[in-house]
C-alpha cells in the first residue's frame, strides 16, 4: 500500500553531542533532536535523531525516526530511517526504509520503504510504501 502524507517540523534542536575522538574533516558532523507533525494519509508526530556532515548548502544526513500516528487510519507506533546527499539544490543518495519488527498496535507487522521531497513552495512531503504482515 502507498499512504502519502506532508509534514513540518515542530522543532529541531542541536545538542552537544560530538564524535570521539575528534576527527578534522572538511564538513562539521553535528547531532541534532526533532519534532515533526504529519498531515494526510499518514498522521501523527515522529521524534528523530539527526546526524548530519553539512555546511553551506551541502553534505549528507542520517535520521532515525519514531513515528506515532496512524497510516490510512490504522494507529501505531514504528521506526523509519532515512537519508539523502545535497550539493545545494540536488536530493541524491536517498535510502529510506521501515525498520524490521519496530510496529505496534495495528502497525504490528509493518515493512516497506518510502521516500521525502520538498516541493519548490518549501512544502515537505512522505511517501511510504508499506505492507502489514
Known amino acids: ?12 534542536v542541536p545538542t552537544e553531542l560530538k564524535p570521539e575522538p575528534a576527527v578534522a ?11 515533526k507533525h504529519f498531515e494526510g494519509e499518514i498522521a501523527g508526530r515522529s521524534a528523530t535523531l ?9 553534505g549528507t544526513y ?15 507506533a514504528f521506526n523509519f530511517v532515512h ?23 495495528d502497525l504490528a507487522g509493518i515493512s516497506g520503504t518510502g521516500g521525502l521531497a520538498v516541493d519548490a513552495d518549501g512544502t515537505h512531503r512522505i511517501r511510504l510504501d508499506y505492507e502489514l504482515g
Do not use: W
Open 1 to 12: 500500500m502507498r499512504a502519502n502524507g506532508t509534514f513540518s517540523v515542530k522543532a529541531f
Open 83 to 105: 537519508s539523502a546527499t545535497t550539493s545545494g539544490t540536488d536530493r541524491t543518495a536517498e535510502f529510506f526504509t521501515i525498520v524490521p519488527s519496530s510496529g505496534t498496535g
Open 50 to 58: 539527526f546526524t548530519a556532515a553539512y555546511d553551506s548548502g551541502v
Open 25 to 35: 574533516t572538511g564538513l562539521p558532523v553535528g547531532v541534532a533532536t526533532m519534532e
Open 62 to 76: 542520517v535520521a532515525m525516526e519514531s513515528f506515532e500516528g496512524s497510516l490510512h487510519g490504522r494507529s501505531g
